[in-house]
């Protein structure tokens, strides 16, 4: 049994072998003969016996199993061939204490290897152990997909389905509220109610402290409140004695201590400068008629960082002065940083010539950082660095004051010399600045003239273009008037009054005079006749409603009959610019409005489209060409400059005349005011009997423009103009002899 006992678990080899040993046992006490003892044998009990232990055996090498493979159970192996034909030469209890039995705890590689033994469990053996071990591999992992089979073929467990998950972060959620518990507040009643006995403070509430309390109400307002152990205590604070002379603290660490020296007081004189360097000297208030010996300390030793302040006189630092060896051996780390501050502090004060200034050594220490980054000296920082910058600031700002200094007069000749560059610089740049000027508005101007010419140019042409295709369409219009006239037709009345500009401007009512010609809708009485009226206002649906209940009453006036009322709507139109609404002070004509709609201007292609139609306007504009060209219709009417000739007042009295029309005396065609006096002072003399003529501008309408004057009013030799008429009579009166003699 014992010859692989290297290769193999000895406690498992030798319980098997055990075993296999009860059972030889077992079976030769089964066959043994009972004749050659002499004596009788309990065969009933050794069975017993050995059952009982084969059975512990067995439940032991069953635990041990469990324990080296990690699982509960292991699985069944058959008996029969767990049994070798060997002879055991073990001698083991039949039972054994299971609290002395220890497992060894070793990897599944080592307990289980291969026994080399001949029968029928070292053969078996390998592949129970590789199943044993793939079984508890798989038990051991729950995320193996034969988990769930193998516990079911061995505990007989069906074990649920569960999905498998995604791990997912746990996300701290925002929780609303308060982070601390509720504290004790009394009600709001409690608080006002001078006679509520308070309640009892509870220790935590008085460990939140006695603001907290009074803010909740614990304690009222108006209670006197007494420390048990209060955190000011009062104590007399020491005062100086007037007796006794007042000494600075020394509060410089720095300082080496040396014995004190025996000074007498009033041996000792300073001169001003020394006391100037000492800074301000200590007062005592000793009496000066006695000789008094008192104990002193070195000046270094009581000094403070901030008193470390020196003078400098005349631009030159005294480098022997106590002051300055003072602040230098406090501050000598950053020396080299200070002496090149302390040059250009030297430099500064003898450029000004300033004689005398009181460096403080604490500024310049912390201006350093500054003066290290810019390495300039500017007058601000110079002044920030002085005890008394107010004085030297008036030195600095006296007129001249650098000149005073070093190099004083090379600095005034380079201040001259370049004034004067400046001022003619200056100059030179104003003259400059005014040419530039100059070409800039000339240039522009020149812009605005070529702009201006290209554009009237281009209008040139394109009312040449209308003014062409106008007399195209008047021609067509002539040769088919009399077929349009009988035929269906749309007629656009356009009532605009294309008046010169000023003319326009100075009538406040101007859009509600070219509206005046609301009459020519009544053209629809005309059966084969349909108006499209371009309006100068925005007309309302009241509006509309009532002009297509007037005009529908045609039929029943005629028959007398009101049930023969028609319904015209359709044959009529009223269409408003848009930019009425854009232009409103403009004072444009209707035509100039209409060309600016393109939107009435659509609808008007929409409501013309295959039909017949021309154009009937007010005062003709050249605008009302541009709008015909755009519509590409006829207008019935003669050309703008025509239209405007005759209908002035000149251009009225050249057609009465040429209609041999009687008129009143008077003259028109008049352009100059000389011409106009002569000619009123010849109608007045040819004239005597009419006492006022009346003055009208050409272009003028509706009454504008017009002036009257009384002869006798105004003329003095009136009366005697009368008495020479009368001597050469009326006829000869006329002539021109007679008029040349009486005046």
């Known amino acids: 049994m014992a010859q692989d006992a290297d290769s193999c678990d000895p406690i498992g080899t030798i319980l098997i072998q055990v075993h296999e040993d009860l059972y030889q046992l077992k079976e030769k006490l089964t066959n043994f003969p009972l004749e050659e003892k002499g004596e009788a044998l309990n065969i009933q009990n050794l069975e017993t016996a050995i059952k009982r232990t084969e059975m512990g055996l067995r439940i032991h090498i069953e635990k041990y199993l469990n324990v080296v493979n990690h699982n509960v159970l292991t699985t069944p192996v058959n008996d029969d061939n767990l049994y070798s034909p060997h002879t ?333 560059k400046c001022f003619k610089a200056r100059k030179l740049f104003l003259i400059y600045r005014q040419q530039k000027w100059a070409s800039g508005v000339i240039a522009i101007a020149w812009l605005l003239h070529c702009h201006k010419t290209r554009v009237k140019k281009i209008l040139k042409e394109s009312r040449e273009r209308h003014l062409e295709n106008f007399r195209i369409r008047a021609k067509h219009l002539a040769a088919n008037w009399n077929r349009i006239r009988t035929s269906r037709r749309t007629i656009i009345h356009i009532p605009s009054l294309g008046y010169s500009l000023p003319v326009r401007q100075n009538i406040d009512d101007f859009n509600i005079r070219q509206n005046m010609q609301l009459g020519r809708l009544c053209d629809i009485l005309d059966a084969n006749v349909s108006v499209i009226y371009i309006c100068s206002h925005q007309m309302n649906d009241e509006l509309l409603l009532y002009y297509n209940k007037i005009l529908s009453l045609q039929a029943a006036v005629k028959s007398g009959n009101l049930e023969d009322r028609s319904d015209l709507q359709d044959r009529f139109k009223i269409i408003t610019p848009e930019a009425i609404n854009i232009f409103p002070k403009h004072h444009m004509c209707l035509a100039t409005y209409l060309m600016y709609s393109p939107k009435a201007i659509k609808r008007i292609k929409n409501l013309i489209q295959g039909k017949q139609a021309y154009i009937v306007s007010g005062l003709l504009h050249r605008d009302d060409l541009a709008v015909a060209d755009m519509l590409n219709i006829p207008i019935l009417g003669p050309e703008p400059e025509i239209a405007h000739l005759y209908s002035s007042k000149s251009g009225s009295k050249w057609v009465f005349d040429s209609a041999d029309v009687p008129v009143p005396p008077g003259v028109y065609g008049i352009y100059r005011h000389q011409q106009m006096l002569e000619q009123l002072g010849q109608l007045v003399i040819d004239h005597l009997e009419i006492q006022r003529w009346l003055f009208k501008m050409d272009y003028e309408f509706g009454g504008n423009g017009t002036a009257f004057c009384d002869i006798p009013s105004h003329l003095e030799c009136y009366d005697w103009f009368l008495k020479e008429r009368s001597r050469y009579g009326y006829e000869d009166w006329r002539k021109k002899w007679a008029q040349d003699c009486g005046c």
């Not at 998950?165 to 109610?193: E, F």
């Not at 040396?258 to 360097?277: C, G, H, M, N, Y």
């Open 88 to 420: 055991s030469s073990w001698l083991l209890p039949a039972v054994i204490d299971q609290k002395s039995f220890v497992f060894p705890l070793e990897s599944e590689g080592k307990l289980w290897q291969t026994q080399r033994q001949h029968g029928t469990f070292p053969h078996a053996f390998p592949k129970i152990k590789q199943k044993i071990g793939l079984n508890v591999k798989i038990m051991q992992d729950p995320e193996n997909i034969h988990h769930r089979a193998a516990v079911n073929a061995n505990y007989g467990i069906s074990l649920p389905y569960i999905n498998q998950r995604k791990a997912c972060v746990k996300v701290q959620k925002l929780i609303k509220g308060s982070t601390i518990a509720n504290l004790t507040v009394p009600p709001t009643s409690h608080r006002t109610d001078p006679y509520f006995t308070p309640i009892p403070v509870p220790q935590a509430d008085a460990r939140k402290g006695i603001l907290s309390m009074i803010e909740r109400g614990l304690i009222p307002p108006t209670a006197r409140i007494t420390f048990q152990n209060p955190p000011i205590i009062p104590r007399a604070a020491p005062l100086h004695n007037l007796d006794e002379a007042h000494k600075i603290p020394t509060a410089a660490p720095f300082t080496i201590p040396q014995k004190p020296q025996l000074i007498p007081v009033e041996a000792t004189k300073f001169s001003p400068k020394k006391r100037r360097s000492q800074g301000k000297g200590k007062r005592s208030r000793g009496h000066h008629d006695r000789k008094i010996m008192k104990v002193t300390t070195p000046l270094t030793a009581v000094k403070s960082p901030w008193d470390y302040d020196f003078f400098i006189y005349n631009g030159v630092i005294d480098k022997t002065s106590t002051d300055f060896l003072a602040f230098k051996e406090h501050f000598h780390l950053s020396w080299g940083s200070i002496f090149s501050l302390l040059e250009h502090v030297e430099k500064f004060l003898r450029d000004y010539a300033i004689p005398e200034v009181k460096i403080k050594g604490n500024n310049l220490v912390a201006f350093l950082p500054e003066f290290e980054l810019k390495h300039r000296l500017t007058r601000y920082d110079f002044l920030s660095l002085l005890e008394n910058p107010i004085h030297i600031q008036m030195m600095l700002n006296i007129p001249g004051q650098r000149y005073k200094g070093q190099d004083g007069r090379s600095e005034a000749a380079n201040k001259i010399r370049a004034t004067w």
